[in-house]
């Protein structure tokens, strides 16, 4: 992100027809929101009881995002501003349902009936004001109180965001607490500036009690991880710092990232897909040299 | 958008204290084949308004749903069948949602409604 989006244009504006098919056909893309995605689904933690879930995805333009959820055989809705990134998603036969909406509105959905919802590179918008209409933090309470009311008691909300800087952070991150959220920063790969991702992890109401996820305590760092899966490897470990006030702290011990058995198996879903994707071929998964 | 979509969502126009549930108007329904997972039909109806959801779904041309409903029903093939069909396989493509107190239409254009509020919804 040499050059923030956000600066130059609305979304509805920026996410044209021209930008939305270039944004869907980058193979780099692709990868990198699908495994934010994935990063996603995993911190909201659902419970591993088999049935599928009835999730949003905010700002979910061409379906990348999505992708991730039906995958792994959740219902969800959609809702994003842009009707190009819209216009593709159809194209694409994503199958979540999609809505034409602006989240700084706030969402429209009854109380208590979504049983999670991740936002993959989208809030961050929120912190531009785009018309004279618009305030920031109006539309950020708008939104997340919104959220907080729709969502079922316990459920969580996972936002992979790109703040500008730490009046940003501060701003997301105030207007989720007021909004009733509890919940923190997890940041991966914090010491690579390039691939440092920040995720907004919050909690909705009271949780059961093996799920506290209460605001800044430190006692609570763990919870995400332990209580449910055992795939996290040590690997890709990153902070855990459910304080928001304290950012970072512990670095991961690994550079790598998905690997070469990942990334020919996501081909392969691309392909089934009817995507365009490269060739496999002996450098496919390798580690990059220098910059790119 | 499918009936599940629909009976979750809910007018959000500045004001409004009950914009549930938004009038269907049907100009294309569309018919999509999907798998039935009767875990999630079950999860499903414990959240589903019954009413709105039987009245969407004679909106999109459907008229096998009973009136009333209650979970000893979902113990019933045939009751999953058809709950599964209308909540999931039907598509609302062409069309517009009603807000029941204001009467603004949210036109629904290649299955997807647009719920962009005016200036002054807000
Ligand atoms: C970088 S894209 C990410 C899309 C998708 N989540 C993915 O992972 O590929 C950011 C998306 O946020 C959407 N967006 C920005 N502001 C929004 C708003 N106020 N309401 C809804 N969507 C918004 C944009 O239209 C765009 O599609």
Redesign the pocket.
Known sequence: MASRPERIAP??IF?DDTEARKYTSSSRIIEI?AS??ERALELLALPEDGVPKLLL??????G??GETLSEEGHHWIG????PS?LDIAIEREVEGDLLL????QGLGFRPGVIDGAIS???VQ??CNADRSSHNPRLRLKAFFTSLYKCLSNGAKAVFQVYPENNDQRELIMNAAMHAGFAGGIVVDFPHSSKKRKEFLVLACGQLSTNASLSQGKNEDETRLSDDDSDSEDEENQTVRNLDRHRHLKRQKKSKSGKGREWILRKKDQMRRRGNDVPQDTKYTGRKRKGRF | MRLLTHNMLSSNIKGVVNGFPLRIEAEKVLEKNVEMNSDFLKKMFEKIEWKAFVEASRGMGYTELPEEADSSMLDSDEFLNRFHHALLELHLEEGALVCPETGRRFPVRKGIPNMLLHEDEV
């Open positions: 979304p509805e996410y929101q934010l995605s995805d905010i700002g979910c333009g061409s990348l995002s809702l994003d501003i842009s990134m909406s602006d989240m700084g993959i590179s989208a918008w929120l």
